[in-house]
């Protein structure tokens, strides 16, 4: 029977296994599995090696280099001497799957990589560290196969997995009837991040500029997206300063949210994608310290921050980063697109490339067969 053991850091690359899980069993319910992951695994019956939970830290210090060390050390000493595996298949988490990879590779250890890490954004020497050690790669960008053609990888691009994964589009006028919204309204939504130091950041400067937008178009209302870890407290403690904004703070609608507004305004990420899936137009902001802010540029390798801009190679979306992330630039962006209508429109048709460019394939199912077909 042959053995396959996936390494995750943290909650989507645990559902993302999970995923490619279900498809090898449709295939090949003899193939044994284990794994650093989590619940999604695990409901799969995949045999745990250790919870995820045990390496996913945020933030740099001593403790969680040693940490990642010490369980790097783990799982290979058990990958070299008790599982003996056939493949490893290693998720995101870039950092501490890369330099595994590099004590795998010298045991001889076949090793593939599905969702590689965003190295055509920031430290591009990390290319060295893939060529080397890395046996496939399995992208879920189609500009990534390039990038690593180039330098002789095999690579292989699957899909991106968003297309098989988000829901359809809500009916947009029981979506308002149901959270009481007022259809005569556009509805702007605003999504802070889902981390506490993007909120920190960012809360503040959205709610400033949606205060500008409705002081000069009051046929707005406004949604805020509100990530099921973040405490009630962090939002209603700036939220009670913006009371005349009559602000809907919503939990688990953000697919819903995303698919019925009529402009995003957005922290740079995944939910850029997911918007552009939906086709709904946004702007994309982001500011923080401005020493991390420096060190970013210093290590970026490509000038455009939003997901949509990079895939499609064009500035579909406006980005407004750092010095220029003010209320009036905000503002002045999503006022054009709530009324000037060819202009929303024309985004809304330069997003349905991004789509086109992701491809129909179903990612789970073609990484699932790659790996049964080289196992």
């Known amino acids: 029977m042959k053995k396959l053991f996936i390494i995750t850091g943290e909650y989507s690359g645990d559902k993302h296994a999970a995923d490619v899980v279900k498809e090898l069993k449709k295939i090949n319910s003899e193939i044994e599995i284990e794994a650093v992951g989590g619940e ?20 740099f210090s001593f403790n969680i280099i040693k940490k990642h060390i010490v369980l790097g050390k783990e799982i290979a000493n058990y990958l070299k001497n008790e599982y003996k595996p056939d493949m490893v298949l290693m998720i995101d988490y870039g950092g501490f799957n890369l330099n595994l990879s590099k004590v795998l ?3 001889g250890i076949k090793i593939y990589y599905y969702i590689p890490p965003q190295i055509w954004a920031s430290r591009k020497w990390r290319l060295k560290t893939v060529k080397e050690n890395i046996n496939k790669v399995l992208t879920i960008f189609p500009f990534e196969k390039d990038m690593y053609e180039k330098i002789g990888v095999d690579v292989e691009f699957v ?4 297309l098989n994964e988000l829901p359809d589009a809500v009916n947009r006028d029981a979506f308002f009837s149901n959270n009481n919204l007022d259809k005569n309204k556009k509805l702007i939504s605003i999504f802070p991040g889902s981390r506490v130091f993007e909120i920190k950041n960012l ?13 000069k178009n009051n046929t707005v209302q406004f949604a ?41 305004i957005l922290a740079s990420g995944t939910v850029a994608l997911e918007a552009a899936i939906y086709k709904t137009p946004m702007i994309i902001s982001y500011r923080g310290p401005m020493f991390l802010y420096l060190i970013y540029l210093l290590v970026r390798c490509i000038k455009k921050v939003s997901l949509p801009n990079i895939i499609t190679g064009k500035d579909i979306v406006p980005e407004i980063l750092q010095l ?22 024309n985004m809304k048709k330069a997003l349905s490339e991004v789509r086109e460019k992701l491809s129909d394939k179903k990612a789970a199912k073609k990484t699932a067969e790659i790996i049964l077909q080289n196992i």
């Open 40 to 59: 999604n695994l695990k409901r799969e019956g995949v045999k745990l090696f250790c919870d995820h939970s045990e390496m996913s830290c945020v933030g």
């Open 105 to 107: 590779s010298k045991y």
């Open 159 to 162: 899909g991106h997995p968003l």
């Open 203 to 215: 809360l503040k400067l959205f709610l400033d500029s949606a205060r500008m937008i409705k002081e």
């Open 224 to 264: 805020l997206c509100q990530a099921p870890n973040i405490e009630d407290e962090l939002i209603n403690k700036e939220l009670k300063h913006y009371k005349d904004l009559s602000v809907r703070v919503m939990k688990n609608k953000n697919y819903e949210l995303l698919s019925a507004s009529d402009a995003l």
């Open 324 to 345: 220029k992330a003010k209320p009036k630039n905000i503002s002045k962006e999503i006022l054009k697109i709530i009324e000037d209508k060819e202009y929303s429109n």
